[in-house]
C-alpha cells in the first residue's frame, strides 16, 4: 500500500482528495473492489479518501504504477511553480507638437516624435507671426495591436501653460509609467513654464504599483499566502510612499539586494553562468532600480515648502509659526486630565476629614445629607 496524491505534495486544493494505492492479488475485480472501499465516502480530518486497489493484471504493480504518479504530479508541481504569464501588449508613448492646439488640421502638425528634446525643438522652431492658434505639445500613446483611431492623445502644454489637474480625467495617461515619466521630463525642460497641479500622486501610485509587482515576482506563494486584496495593498504602499513612511520598503529591497548578491556569486563562481544570465543578478538589479526610485522621491519636501509659504514662514521646520500660535492660544489653560486629578485630590481630602469626625457627627451628617 501507498499514499498518494495532491495532499502529500502541497498541490491541494479545495475540495482535493487523499489517494490510497492498494497493490492486491485475487480474483476480485479492481472496480467492484473500488466501489466497496469506497461506497461509504471515508472521510479522515474532513479530507476526502479515494482507496485505489490495482492488480498486476491490469493496472500493474506499485512498481510500474508509482513512476507514472510520480511524473504526473511533478508536471502538476512544475506548472503551478511556473504559472502562465498573460501577454501584456505593449504601449508606445510618443509627443505630437501642433501650431493650433485648438484645431490640430490647421497649421502645422508633427507626430510620432519620440523624445522630449526633440519636440521643444520643433515647438519653438514654429514661428509666432503665422501662428494658427494657441501651439500646444501633446502626449500620444499607442497600445499594440490596435488601430490609430484607438489611441490615447492629450494636449499637456498649451500656449505657456501645462495643466496637470486635468489629468484626474485621463486614467489612460496617468495609468502609464513612462506616459508620466515623459511629463515629469518636459516639466523638467521647461522651468519658465506655469504648471497647475502636480505629478506627485499618479508618481507614488507607480512606484507602489512596480513595488507591489517586484514582490509579487520575487515570492509569488508568500505573497499570495499573505495579501488578500492587492489593490488595497498598493493603495496601502501608495500612502506610505507619499507620506514618507517607507523604511519597511527600503529594508525590504536591500534584503533582496543581498540576497542576490550572495546567490549571484554562486551563479558566477560556482556554476559559471553568466553574469547577465544570472536571474539573482537581474532581481538585484530591479531591487537597487526601486531603491532608487524611493530614494529619489521626495514629496514631504514639497508639501512643506507649501506649508512654509501658507504660514509665512522663513525656515524649513513645518508647522513651526502654527505651533508657537496655539501654545500662545492654550497658554494658561488647564486640560482635562488635570481637571480630573484636581478633582481626585478633593474628594480624597474630604473623605479624609470625614473619617476623622467622631461618630455621631457623622451619623448626623449622614441624616441631613439623606
Not at 492486491?24 to 479515494?50: C, P, S, T
Not at 501650431?99 to 490647421?106: N, T, V
Given at each position: ?197 502636480s505629478l506627485e500622486k499618479w508618481q507614488a501610485a507607480i512606484l507602489a504599483s512596480e513595488i507591489d509587482q ?21 493603495a496601502n504602499i501608495t500612502e506610505d510612499i507619499r507620506n514618507g513612511n517607507t523604511g519597511y520598503l527600503n ?120
Amino acid at each position: 500500500m501507498v499514499v498518494s496524491g495532491s495532499r502529500c505534495r502541497g498541490l491541494e486544493k479545495a475540495g482535493s482528495d487523499l489517494d490510497v494505492v492498494v497493490e492486491y492479488k485475487g480474483r476480485e475485480h479492481e472496480d467492484d473492489l473500488f466501489n466497496a472501499f469506497n461506497e461509504d465516502g471515508l472521510m479522515i480530518g474532513g479530507i476526502k479518501v479515494d482507496i485505489n486497489p490495482i492488480t498486476e493484471g491490469k493496472t500493474g504493480t506499485l512498481a510500474t504504477y508509482l513512476p507514472g504518479v510520480e511524473s504526473y504530479l511533478a508536471e502538476k508541481q512544475a506548472m503551478q511553480k511556473a504559472p502562465a504569464v498573460e501577454a501584456i501588449p505593449e504601449k508606445i508613448v510618443t509627443l505630437t507638437v501642433a501650431e493650433c492646439g485648438e484645431f490640430h488640421s490647421l497649421g502645422e502638425f508633427h507626430e510620432n516624435i519620440a523624445s522630449v528634446e526633440e519636440a521643444i525643438a520643433v515647438w519653438k522652431s514654429i514661428p509666432p507671426e503665422r501662428m494658427n492658434g494657441i501651439p500646444s505639445i501633446g502626449i500620444n500613446i499607442h497600445t499594440e495591436g490596435t488601430e490609430r483611431y484607438e489611441d490615447v492623445e492629450m494636449d499637456i502644454l498649451s500656449g505657456k501653460v501645462i495643466d496637470l489637474e486635468v489629468l484626474d480625467y485621463v486614467p489612460d495617461i496617468t495609468d502609464d509609467p513612462k506616459a508620466i515619466e515623459v511629463i515629469a521630463e518636459l516639466l523638467d525642460k521647461l522651468p519658465d513654464i506655469e504648471v497647475r497641479g502636480s505629478l506627485e500622486k499618479w508618481q507614488a501610485a507607480i512606484l507602489a504599483s512596480e513595488i507591489d509587482q517586484f514582490s509579487y515576482d520575487y515570492d509569488t506563494y508568500q505573497y499570495q499566502d499573505t495579501v488578500e486584496d492587492r489593490e488595497a495593498q498598493v493603495a496601502n504602499i501608495t500612502e506610505d510612499i507619499r507620506n514618507g513612511n517607507t523604511g519597511y520598503l527600503n529594508d525590504f529591497l536591500n534584503a533582496v539586494i543581498s540576497e542576490g548578491v550572495r546567490e549571484g556569486i554562486t551563479d558566477i563562481f560556482g556554476q559559471g553562468v553568466e553574469i547577465d544570465d544570472s536571474e539573482a543578478v537581474q532581481t538585484a538589479r530591479r531591487a537597487k532600480e526601486l531603491l532608487d526610485k524611493l530614494a529619489e522621491y521626495k514629496p514631504l519636501a514639497k508639501v512643506e515648502e507649501l506649508e512654509e509659504q501658507n504660514y509665512n514662514m522663513i525656515d524649513n521646520v513645518l508647522n513651526n509659526g502654527a505651533e508657537k500660535k496655539e501654545k500662545e492660544q492654550t497658554k494658561g489653560r488647564i486640560s482635562i486630565k488635570e481637571k480630573l486629578a484636581e478633582k481626585k485630590a478633593v474628594i480624597e481630602q474630604r473623605d479624609k476629614a470625614e473619617r476623622t469626625l467622631p461618630e455621631k457627627e457623622t451619623e448626623k451628617k449622614s441624616q441631613r445629607e439623606m
